[in-house]
């Protein structure tokens, strides 16, 4: 299974908006609302953002926007804040029935 | 409040198997409706699916590591467990375990991950 495609890197300044997409194909992304996103800062463990495309787990804040149009799901971080700059991972349920990666994005905010 | 805490040896050489635990903690993995998973995240690179298993055995795996993967459960000592067989350098990599509804495809909780390099 081939990895999912992401932007090696997003920046944007405080308070903008900024958007993350993630490309795969039919078998993955584009057949399954199973997308979701994760945050990682350096040396920490992934943080569950996104879930299902679009659903915010409990406890995150609603700056962060998940959506998908065929095969490529996007996330949004509105308001971007210096807390943001992370890692982001997409990933993907596929046809296999096991789950693939994007490459992920670094954010910078400057 | 559920807790993943990875154990297991932070240097494996070439050609030997890596075995590392996660021990679940403040819930059973027995309960059901969960699966138990490995990921991992290489130097300078990003993260990659291991495996998902389910507490009575059913597992689903990478298909680029399937023949040397292997995960399973000990619902006795309430932990689960990573086998991969002949590593190289490539497997080099911060590993963390985590936990996952049933019938869902993310991962909710994690744990805080272990290191291994494999060199000899």
């Known amino acids: 299974q081939s990895a999912l495609t992401q932007p090696a890197s997003v920046s944007g300044s405080p308070g903008q908006s900024i958007t993350i997409s993630c490309t795969g194909t039919?078998?993955?992304?584009?057949?399954?609302?199973?997308v979701s996103w994760y945050q990682q800062h350096p040396s920490k463990a992934p943080k569950l953002m996104i879930y299902?495309?679009?659903n915010r787990p409990s406890g995150v804040s609603n700056r962060f926007s998940g959506s998908k149009s065929g095969n490529t799901a996007s996330l949004t971080i509105s308001g971007l804040q210096a807390e943001d700059e992370a890692d982001y991972y997409c990933t993907s349920f596929t046809t296999s029935s096991t789950l693939v990666f994007g490459g992920g994005t670094k954010v910078t905010v400057l | 409040q559920l807790q993943l805490q990875e154990s297991g040896p932070g240097l494996v050489k070439p050609s030997e198997t890596l075995s590392l635990t996660c021990i679940v903690s403040?819930?059973?993995?027995?309960?059901?409706?969960?699966?138990w998973g490995w990921v991992r995240r290489p130097p300078e690179k990003g993260l990659e699916w291991i495996g998902s298993?389910?507490?009575?055995?059913?597992?689903y795996y990478n298909p680029s590591l399937k023949s040397r993967v292997t995960i399973s459960v000990d619902t006795s000592k309430n932990q689960f467990s990573l086998t991969l067989t002949s590593v190289t350098a490539a497997d080099t990599a911060v590993y963390y375990c985590?936990?996952?509804?049933?019938?869902?495809?993310?991962?909710?909780?994690w744990g805080q991950g272990t290191l291994v390099t494999v060199s000899s």
């Open positions: 985590a936990r996952k509804y049933a019938n869902t495809w993310y991962f909710d909780i």
């Open positions: 039919s078998s993955d992304v584009g057949g399954y609302n199973y």
């Open positions: 299902d495309v679009t």
């Open positions: 298993v389910y507490y009575r055995g059913n597992a």
């Open positions: 403040g819930g059973s993995i027995s309960s059901g409706g969960y699966y």
